[in-house]
């Protein structure tokens, strides 16, 4: 892209690493059993909620941290106490246990999303969540992140006041057969979410017509594309320049959205 050649920069290479070695814990994924990583994140709403946003969508799955042994970080002595209390024992690696557990992780969870929706509205602003693959995957298995995510549950209670769908494709039966009908019920406004630098190719502009019209055909809310950083970057002086031809896309898209 022009940006690339115009905006060029170098790397030494002096700060790269590697390193070999299993870690025993993932220090940028923060464990919800533990109270003070609850109030840590419900800080950072509270952060958000105090500036002109009209609120705070929540990206729970993965947070950006890659691994095959979730289940190997899923035991931290928050989760382990809370097992303890309920059931009077250690945990096994009975499927019942390992189930236990991600129940256990996923209650705690849910009081962090109860937490953000109190904030929100006391500040009289949105909560919304991302309904990411993953969460229809049942919590007797391995699920991601080890963690049963009670989306039926925030939905029920009035939690969210919108639902991203990040990365389902708008024909997905799963979205239409549970999703949509629980949202629709609950009158939540659901928008999908196409994956990011989709638009700035040479077809983007094409494509976002075609993108924002099967959201439409789809019975969908809206339609969101992931993410800023995908579509517009900032030069040296600030200015905001779009990646490939996102700019015409993104109009194209608005100009579909109206029609």
């Known amino acids: 892209y022009t940006e690339e050649v115009v905006d060029r920069y170098t790397w030494a290479g002096s700060t790269l690493g590697l390193a070999f070695i299993e870690p025993q814990r993932m220090p940028t994924l923060l464990e919800p059993c533990c109270p003070e990583a609850r109030s840590l994140w419900l800080g950072q709403v509270e952060r958000i909620l105090r500036t002109q946003a009209d609120g ?18 899923a035991f931290a002595p928050s989760v382990l106490q809370l097992f303890r209390e309920r059931f009077g024992r250690e945990p096994g690696l009975s499927q019942e246990d390992l189930e236990g557990i991600r129940r256990i992780r996923g209650e705690a969870y849910t009081e962090f999303m109860r937490g953000a929706k109190a904030l929100a509205m006391r500040h009289g602003k949105k909560l919304a969540a991302h309904l990411e693959p993953g969460i229809e995957v049942p919590t007797c298995h391995h699920v991601r992140m080890q963690m049963a995510v009670e989306w039926k549950q925030w939905i029920e209670e009035g939690l969210l006041d919108e639902i991203t769908l990040k990365y389902w494709g708008p024909r997905s039966r799963f979205v239409h057969n549970e999703i949509l009908p629980m949202a629709r019920k609950a009158g939540i406004p659901v928008h999908i979410c196409d994956r990011n630098f989709s638009l700035n190719m040479p077809r983007g502009t094409e494509l976002a017509g075609a993108l ?29 320049w779009p990646v490939g031809s996102a700019d015409h896309a993104l109009l194209a898209a608005r100009r579909e959205a109206r029609s």
């Open 56 to 73: 705070v969508d929540v990206r729970t799955l993965c947070h950006h941290n890659t691994t095959f042994s979730w289940l190997r970080y």
């Open 212 to 240: 924002v019209r099967e959201a439409k055909d789809a019975g969908f809310d809206g339609m969101n594309f992931y993410e800023v950083c995908s579509y517009f970057w900032l030069n040296g002086e600030g200015e905001s």
